[in-house]
């Protein structure tokens, strides 16, 4: 009876230890040369199990409902509402003679926070699962593998314990990079990673650098010649690249969440797609002054939305991996179509863009042959330094060129135009001394015949004075004619008058009557005095006249201002009532008797009071025949002495 115990334990221990089916067989020729790995996450001898039971690491374990799923196969499926995937995994490893007692190691792959066990033993932790009370915390890569030795070639129980959280960005994959949980390390692996690493990081910033100082140069170029619109389109262009670049390195770093990375892998996408789809056609475009298709860049859009959107659904990588292609190639024919037309009309600056253009297209397709003629070639640190940094340098080092030769074209340009300019302006300076040649002999011509035309001028100037003195003596006949009647009109009277006084005094000598005689004698003299008088004041008025008509002599003498208002009052006062016997107005004067005679050239200033009375007899007459209730025509001139600068002055103001 109790052999019969010991025989059911037995094969229930054997049942057991057989759960796992046989032992995945380790190889040296499994090793992945290139990265001196063996990624046995795709055998297919993994148990799983859900949950976060603990003790599934030890050796005698019932698997009984366990099932099969190899550790590249978790996903998404198995997360919980929380999006919390927590799972064991087991498997029996047995490595052969030929890597036994050899630097072996085990490495993870982040972003989980994984616990491996060795026969039971943990041998290895990344992360925190959370299972001892602190927080979760995912594994951002960056240590070292962990060394392990396997001396006999007997089975060993492999089991993980994996906690991870979906990504929060669509699609909400399980963030876990592809190639499985764990993997085995051999003993060059470390420093080949390294090396790589480094030399990759080197390659990298050198390029950042390279692109970023040509896009600085290319915006300050812009700054500085803002007219040259083709360096805003270089620039941009540059700008994406070094922020690709950027993005680049940033999906390198160890150290960075899930999250970072993908936001840095999708960054970059988003770059390549625009930059490359929508900025290189605008860019050849505007340098080989092509215009620009408008359905071609919104179809290209279209593209670059459909690519850029293509990591949040993986449904669609069959129609996205379509689009990328379709894409690439279209910008491709774009390409070669603009520098295929512009062939024969490319100059300068312009070959340097197209044999940048050439060498970045050949670059790319000799290194997409190379890759697929020769499988570990993508490993080749020579091969990876050579074909990230020649289509990454082809198009901005093209673009430096040009911006160098264009600059060059231009400067030739404008010593060209400068050149034109300075023969422009001999040209001109000749021609504008001809001009000024001309001009001097026809000003010359023309000042003679100015001087011709004063010299006219002036004789008709004096004859027009002379004239207008006529004209002002003719307007003046009338009234001087009344002025001159009056006393005539004395003189006849008194000279009738003294005549019969004559006779009358010559009856009375005769008579005797001296007494009577002398009476007589006496009015006569007196009749005579009064016919002088009346004779010198017609003498005086033919004498103004005479004097207004003569030219004026130009010469001051002392002149009675009052009397000279005076008499020229009267006359302009006559002379308008001979023209119109209808015209009556009321004259008042206010002589200043202190005035006494000032120098003046009585003819000019006769002329002046002359002309200013006369307008004030019209104006007062116009008024008049405006018919204004009350309104009586009045013209008031009167004289006063001033005194300014300590001499005195006659002024004469006229109402």
């Given at each position: 009876?109790?052999?019969?115990?010991?025989?059911?334990?037995?094969?229930?221990?054997?049942?057991?230890?057989?759960?796992?089916?046989?032992?995945?067989?380790?190889?040296?020729?499994?090793?992945?040369?290139?990265?001196?790995?063996?990624?046995?996450?795709?055998?297919?001898?993994?148990?799983?199990?859900?949950?976060?039971?603990t003790g599934l690491e030890k050796i005698n374990i019932d698997t009984t409902g366990w099932k099969k799923l190899n550790p590249v196969d978790?996903?998404?499926?198995?997360?919980?509402?929380?999006?919390?995937?927590?799972?064991?995994?087991?498997?029996?490893?047995?490595?052969?003679?030929?890597?036994?007692?050899?630097q072996l190691g085990f490495d993870f792959n982040p972003y989980a926070a994984t616990e491996l066990f060795v026969d039971g033993k943990l041998?290895?932790?990344?992360?925190?699962?959370?299972?001892?009370?602190?927080?979760?915390?995912?594994?951002?890569?960056?240590?070292?593998?962990?060394?392990?030795?396997?001396?006999?070639?007997?089975?060993?129980?492999?089991?993980?314990?994996?906690?991870?959280?979906?990504?929060?960005?669509?699609?909400?994959?399980?963030?876990?990079?592809?190639?499985?949980?764990?993997?085995?390390?051999?003993?060059?692996?470390?420093?080949?990673?390294?090396?790589?690493?480094?030399?990759?990081?080197?390659?990298?910033?050198?390029?950042?650098?390279?692109?970023?100082?040509?896009?600085?140069?290319?915006?300050?170029?812009?700054?500085?010649?803002?007219?040259?619109?083709?360096?805003?389109?270089?620039?941009?262009?540059?700008?994406?690249?070094?922020?690709?670049?950027?993005?680049?390195?940033?999906?390198?770093?160890?150290?960075?969440?899930?999250?970072?990375?993908?936001?840095?892998?999708?960054?970059?996408?988003?770059?390549?797609?625009?930059?490359?789809?929508?900025?290189?056609?605008?860019?050849?475009?505007?340098?080989?002054?092509?215009?620009?298709?408008?359905?071609?860049?919104?179809?290209?859009?279209?593209?670059?939305?459909?690519?850029?959107?293509?990591?949040?659904?993986?449904?669609?990588?069959?129609?996205?991996?379509?689009?990328?292609?379709?894409?690439?190639?279209?910008?491709?024919?774009?390409?070669?179509?603009?520098?295929?037309?512009?062939?024969?009309?490319?100059?300068?600056?312009?070959?340097?863009?197209?044999?940048?253009?050439?060498?970045?297209?050949?670059?790319?397709?000799?290194?997409?042959?190379?890759?697929?003629?020769?499988?570990?070639?993508?490993?080749?640190?020579?091969?990876?330094?050579?074909?990230?940094?020649?289509?990454?340098?082809?198009?901005?080092?093209?673009?430096?060129?040009?911006?160098?030769?264009?600059?060059?074209?231009?400067?030739?340009?404008?010593?060209?135009?400068?050149?034109?300019?300075?023969?422009?302006?001999?040209?001109?300076?000749?021609?504008?001394?001809?001009?000024?040649?001309?001009?001097?002999?026809?000003?010359?011509?023309q000042t003679a015949e100015l001087r011709h035309t004063l010299d006219d001028l002036k004789s008709t100037q004096s004859q027009l004075i002379?004239?207008?003195?006529?004209?002002?003596?003719?307007?003046?006949?009338?009234?001087?004619?009344?002025?001159?009647?009056?006393?005539?009109?004395?003189?006849?009277?008194?000279?009738?008058?003294?005549?019969?006084?004559?006779?009358?005094?010559?009856?009375?000598?005769?008579?005797?009557?001296?007494?009577?005689?002398?009476?007589?004698?006496?009015?006569?003299?007196?009749?005579?005095?009064?016919?002088?008088?009346?004779?010198?004041?017609?003498?005086?008025?033919?004498?103004?006249?005479?004097?207004?008509?003569?030219?004026?002599?130009?010469?001051?003498?002392?002149?009675?201002?009052?009397?000279?208002?005076?008499?020229?009052?009267?006359?302009?006062?006559?002379?308008?009532?001979?023209?119109?016997?209808?015209?009556?107005?009321?004259?008042?004067?206010?002589?200043?008797?202190?005035?006494?005679?000032?120098?003046?050239?009585?003819?000019?200033?006769?002329?002046?009071?002359?002309?200013?009375?006369?307008?004030?007899?019209?104006?007062?007459?116009?008024?008049?025949?405006?018919?204004?209730?009350?309104?009586?025509?009045?013209?008031?001139?009167?004289?006063?002495?001033?005194?300014?600068?300590?001499?005195?002055?006659?002024?004469?103001?006229?109402?």
């Amino acid at each position: 009876m109790k052999f019969l115990k010991f025989i059911i334990v037995f094969l229930f221990t054997v049942h057991l230890c057989q759960a796992q089916d046989t032992a995945i067989v380790l190889k040296k020729s499994m090793i992945d040369k290139p990265t001196d790995a063996i990624y046995f996450g795709w055998e297919n001898r993994w148990i799983f199990k859900q949950g976060n039971d603990t003790g599934l690491e030890k050796i005698n374990i019932d698997t009984t409902g366990w099932k099969k799923l190899n550790p590249v196969d978790l996903s998404s499926e198995y997360a919980d509402k929380n999006g919390r995937v927590e799972c064991w995994f087991r498997a029996n490893i047995q490595l052969d003679s030929s890597l036994l007692n050899k630097q072996l190691g085990f490495d993870f792959n982040p972003y989980a926070a994984t616990e491996l066990f060795v026969d039971g033993k943990l041998v290895a932790k990344r992360g925190n699962s959370g299972d001892d009370g602190k927080p979760f915390r995912e594994y951002t890569g960056g240590m070292d593998p962990v060394n392990f030795h396997f001396e006999n070639s007997s089975p060993h129980i492999l089991a993980i314990h994996f906690v991870g959280y979906l990504s929060p960005l669509p699609p909400h994959e399980l963030k876990l990079w592809t190639g499985g949980i764990v993997f085995l390390t051999g003993p060059n692996y470390f420093s080949f990673h390294s090396e790589v690493a480094e030399n990759r990081s080197n390659i990298n910033y050198l390029l950042l650098s390279a692109c970023a100082v040509l896009s600085i140069l290319f915006w300050l170029l812009l700054y500085q010649n803002k007219q040259e619109k083709n360096l805003f389109w270089i620039a941009l262009f540059t700008t994406l690249l070094t922020i690709m670049t950027w993005c680049a390195i940033g999906i390198a770093q160890t150290g960075i969440s899930f999250t970072q990375a993908l936001i840095y892998r999708y960054s970059g996408l988003f770059l390549i797609y625009f930059g490359i789809l929508i900025l290189l056609p605008l860019l050849l475009g505007k340098i080989f002054n092509r215009k620009i298709n408008k359905k071609l860049i919104t179809l290209l859009i279209l593209f670059v939305i459909l690519n850029s959107i293509g990591p949040f659904f993986r449904q669609w990588n069959s129609i996205i991996n379509i689009a990328g292609v379709v894409s690439f190639t279209l910008i491709l024919s774009v390409c070669v179509y603009y520098v295929a037309t512009s062939w024969k009309h490319l100059k300068g600056a312009q070959w340097a863009i197209v044999f940048g253009l050439i060498i970045f297209i050949s670059s790319i397709l000799i290194v997409l042959v190379l890759q697929v003629m020769i499988k570990d070639l993508v490993y080749s640190e020579f091969f990876y330094n050579i074909s990230t940094a020649i289509p990454m340098v082809s198009i901005p080092l093209s673009l430096l060129v040009y911006v160098s030769m264009r600059f060059k074209e231009i400067v030739k340009e404008v010593q060209v135009n400068a050149n034109r300019v300075l023969v422009l302006s001999e040209e001109k300076k000749k021609h504008a001394e001809m001009q000024q040649k001309i001009l001097q002999d026809e000003v010359t011509k023309q000042t003679a015949e100015l001087r011709h035309t004063l010299d006219d001028l002036k004789s008709t100037q004096s004859q027009l004075i002379q004239s207008e003195k006529m004209a002002s003596l003719g307007e003046l006949t009338a009234g001087i004619a009344h002025e001159i009647q009056n006393p005539l009109n004395f003189v006849n009277n008194f000279s009738e008058v003294s005549n019969e006084l004559i006779d009358e005094m010559n009856i009375e000598l005769d008579k005797g009557d001296i007494t009577e005689a002398k009476a007589i004698a006496a009015d006569v003299k007196q009749n005579l005095e009064k016919i002088n008088h009346h004779g010198k004041r017609a003498d005086a008025i033919v004498k103004g006249m005479l004097q207004h008509s003569r030219s004026s002599s130009g010469v001051k003498e002392p002149t009675d201002i009052n009397a000279l208002c005076d008499e020229y009052l009267r006359l302009s006062y006559h002379g308008l009532r001979a023209k119109d016997k209808s015209f009556n107005a009321t004259i008042k004067t206010d002589f200043d008797n202190s005035i006494g005679n000032i120098n003046i050239i009585p003819q000019d200033i006769g002329r002046v009071v002359l002309n200013l009375l006369t307008n004030a007899f019209y104006v007062v007459d116009e008024k008049k025949k405006q018919n204004i209730p009350g309104y009586e025509p009045t013209v008031t001139v009167s004289t006063s002495r001033s005194l300014s600068f300590g001499e005195g002055r006659g002024e004469v103001t006229i109402k």
